[in-house]
C-alpha cells in the first residue's frame, strides 16, 4: 500500500511542474479474481495545456498488488471530456477476471468505455478496441451475450442501433442487429427499420418494416 501512495505523491509533483489541471483523482480497491490479492487502483485524470491555451486529456492508472505481486501503469489520451471521471469495474468478457472500463465518449443516453481487459497470459489489463466499441452494453451471462444500443433522433423519429454479440475471451461475434435508415423514391422518404441475424456464417436480413415519414410524422401533403 506505501507503494501507492508514493506513485500517487510521484504523480503529482510531474502534473504540477506542467501547465496542468487535475479533473479526477480516484482510489480503489478490487480483486481481480478470488485467487488474486487485492489490488488497489489509482485512475488520475488530467488536462495539460500547451501555448495555445488547447490541451490533450491524459488518463493515468496504477494498479498495484497488495503483496506487490502485480504492478501495472497505463497512459492513455482521451479527446472526449465528459464523464471523464466515470469508470467501473466489471468482468466484461465473462472470463472471471474483472476488467477496467473508462468513459470513452458520448453522452447520458449513449456511453461507450475503454476497456482494458486483463490477459490472464500477460498478466496484465490489454486495451481491446471491439469490446471499446459497445455502446450501453448489457451483459447476459446465461448464454454468453452482450448487447450494445445507441440511439438518437431525427425529425422526431428514433434513430438507433442495436447489436447482440457472443462473448469470446478476447473478441466479439455479431450474432443479431437492428436498426433505423431511411430510403428517398419517387420524392418520397421512407423511414426503414432492419432486423439481421447471423445464418451459416453471413449476415442475413431477415425483416424489413417501410414507412412514409410523412405519414410517421402526420404530414397530411
Known amino acids: 500500500m506505501k507503494q501507492l501512495f508514493y506513485l500517487i505523491v510521484i504523480l503529482k509533483i510531474s502534473i ?3 501547465d496542468s489541471e487535475i479533473i479526477c483523482d480516484s482510489i480503489s480497491s478490487i480483486l481481480i479474481n478470488p485467487k488474486q490479492p487485492v489490488c488497489h487502483i489509482n485512475v488520475t485524470a488530467f488536462k495539460i495545456y500547451n501555448d495555445n491555451d488547447y490541451y490533450d486529456l491524459i488518463f493515468r492508472i496504477y494498479i ?13 489520451t482521451s479527446e472526449y471530456e465528459g464523464y471523464l471521471c466515470e469508470f467501473e469495474f466489471i468482468d466484461i468478457n465473462l472470463d ?5 472500463g473508462i468513459i470513452g465518449e458520448g453522452d447520458i443516453s449513449n456511453k461507450s468505455y475503454q476497456y482494458w481487459i486483463y490477459n ?7 486495451l481491446n478496441r471491439q469490446f471499446s466499441s459497445l455502446y450501453n452494453p448489457v451483459i447476459n451471462s446465461e448464454d454468453s451475450t452482450v448487447e450494445s444500443f445507441a440511439s438518437s433522433h431525427f425529425q422526431a423519429l428514433p434513430v438507433f442501433e442495436r447489436n447482440k454479440y457472443k462473448i469470446y475471451t ?3 461475434l455479431l450474432i443479431e442487429r437492428e436498426y433505423t435508415d431511411f430510403e428517398y423514391e419517387d420524392e418520397m422518404t421512407y423511414y426503414i427499420i432492419k432486423k439481421d441475424s447471423l445464418i451459416n456464417g453471413h449476415m442475413k436480413t431477415i425483416e424489413i418494416k417501410r414507412d412514409d415519414i410523412k405519414t410517421l410524422l402526420g404530414d397530411p401533403k
Open 16 to 18: 504540477f511542474a506542467q
Open 64 to 76: 498495484i498488488a497488495d503483496d506487490s505481486s502485480f504492478n501495472q501503469t497505463i497512459n492513455f
Open 96 to 100: 472471471g477476471y474483472v476488467d477496467i
Open 120 to 126: 490472464i497470459y500477460k498478466k496484465e489489463f490489454v
Open 170 to 172: 478476447d473478441s466479439l
